[in-house]
């Protein structure tokens, strides 16, 4: 009898079982159920009040030129976390973006002692501001215009001793639609229904003249929506920096323009006409419903505790398109209260949730927010807020603020 070779044998008998109709044959070895698709990345979201400002124009540049120790424990924090997305509140802008580039290139792209591998953001977004750009009014009613020092400041449409300071930065690894991005800088305060216009409490007249009422601006800095293309999809970042409730008079005009701020997303994100809602391109409305958004920004207002109308910040997160999620928290954040006293003692929100530490006059606060949309998942979230001790704790002392993160998901 004839012996077939090994190949030729194996040929044979599948013909017989193909004809037999007895034999499945997987293709390329496919198995019966499809493997699982991998999973997406979380998408880690933050937003740093990294107080990088100078009183000076072109100060931030001139110092991040010579080398910065603060700039570079920013940037430290920055490589430790590593967020996709991640707002710089308090960065000075420029027209040219010098200080970003400097930043960038010398800074957040090179390994800093403290904290991690090089991090580099091809995307960006920067834009004017409306601190320390003159009014040309007396908003403090000082009886003068301008002049020097706080009194120049406080005639800004934002206090600030020059244009851009305290400015904004939007820094992402996913590409930015700069072209569909909307700014509020030049809004007017007296444009929304309602507004809390200040009032002096000895006369019962308005603070504020009517000529310059219809002036004023109502974002101390600017209000962005600025849609990034993610691998979540289009995220909008609300991005802002509402002036701090202080720094007035018994008028509270700080305080209620801090309100009226935070009270802009509010009505960004519901779904009634809006024909006052105009951008600075001319755009009315607001944020359509189904888009998915992340609020980023040093609000300035604790849900509980500090100076400040609390109900604004309070409706801001019980918005119905903002998710209902756990707050972020950090140890270090306990033990500092403990450690700071004063103040402390007598506030009643959660120490966890402080994100500022302020001395013990004031105390620390919840400040600083990462705030989600429905349609998001929460993995995880925190406050870069380290224990005494920890070899990063160090890292802190570049400003009073801390990062906040948010791991999100579909």
Known sequence: MTRLRRPAACLAL?????????????????????????????????????SL????????????????????????????????????????????????????????ERPQPGGGDALHYPYRYLAPVNTGVQSGLDLDNSGSIGGAGRERGNDAWGYGLHPGQYGMLLLSKHPIDAAHARTFQLLKWSAMPGARRPVDPA????????????????????????????????????????????????????????????????????????????????????LAEGERFVILGDLNNDPVDGAGEHAAIIELLEHPRVLR????????????????????????????????RFGPRVGNLRLDYALPSVGFSLRGSGVFWPKPGDPDAELTAASDHHLVWVDLAP
């Open 14 to 50: 599948l013909a017989c079982a193909l004809a037999a109709g007895c034999v499945r044959v997987n293709v390329h070895d496919r198995p019966d159920t499809p493997s699982p698709m991998p999973e997406t990345a979380p998408l880690r979201v933050a937003t740093y009040n990294v």
């Open 53 to 108: 400002y100078d009183e000076d124009s072109g100060g931030l540049v001139r110092r991040l030129e010579l080398g910065n120790a603060q700039a570079r424990r920013i940037a430290a924090v920055l490589q430790k976390v590593r967020p996709d997305i991640v707002l710089l509140n308090e960065f000075d802008h420029d027209a040219d973006g010098r200080a970003a580039d400097l930043f960038q290139r010398d800074y957040l």
């Open 203 to 286: 006369t019962g007249q308005p603070f504020h003249s009517d000529e310059v009422w219809r002036q004023l601006r109502l974002s101390s800095k600017s209000h962005w929506d600025v849609p990034v293309d993610t691998p979540l999809g289009t995220v909008h970042v609300l991005a802002s920096h509402p002036t701090p409730p202080t720094f007035d008079g018994p008028e509270n005009r700080n305080g209620l323009r801090n309100h009226d701020e935070i009270r802009l997303w509010r009505e960004y994100l519901s779904p009634d006409d809006k024909p006052w809602l105009c951008d600075d391109a001319g755009a009315c409305g607001g």
């Open 325 to 356: 999620h756990a707050t972020p928290r950090s140890e270090g954040a306990v033990l500092a209260a403990a450690a700071d006293g004063g103040e402390n003692a007598a506030h009643r929100g959660s120490h966890a949730h402080d994100t500022g």
